[in-house]
């Protein structure tokens, strides 16, 4: 079992940053990969960053390449995502996930085995 604690939501002028994190616990944080979804009101939940199964490859949604960056401190258990020159469009709910097999559909909520609560971040125009 995993068990994944997000933070750091809020509400953020357009252009503004913030910085997720989800703390993980319950697993050897090495043997799985994270990944951050999205979910906007009325919308399916969306794919915005993620690492490859070993960890040395980062992938991003068309929309978040190029402002959010995702990292993590394994001595903390804990992964980031820095989300820089925000606009109201990436307004959602925001979760941390985790898969616990390789995967080549990354992108799919489907391949993740583990959830966080969700975080809400609200960027105003």
């Known amino acids: 079992q995993v068990q994944l604690v997000e933070s750091g939501g809020g509400l953020v002028q357009a252009g503004g940053s913030l910085r997720l994190s989800c703390a993980a616990s319950?697993?050897?944080?090495?043997?799985?990969?994270m990944g951050w979804f999205r979910q906007a009101p009325d919308k399916e939940r969306e794919f915005v960053s993620t690492?490859?199964?070993?960890?040395?490859?980062?992938y991003y949604s068309d929309s978040a390449k190029g402002r959010f960056t995702i990292s993590r401190d394994n001595a903390k258990n804990t992964v980031y995502l820095q989300m820089n020159s925000l606009k109201p469009e990436d307004t959602a709910v925001y979760y941390c996930?985790?898969?616990?097999?390789?995967?080549?559909?990354?992108?799919?909520?489907?391949?993740?085995?583990?959830w966080g609560q969700g975080t809400q971040v609200t960027v105003s125009s």
């Open positions: 996930a985790a898969r616990t097999r390789p995967s080549s559909n990354y992108r799919s909520a489907l391949s993740y085995d583990y």
């Open positions: 690492f490859s199964w070993s960890g040395f490859l980062t």
């Open positions: 319950g697993r050897t944080f090495s043997s799985y990969a």
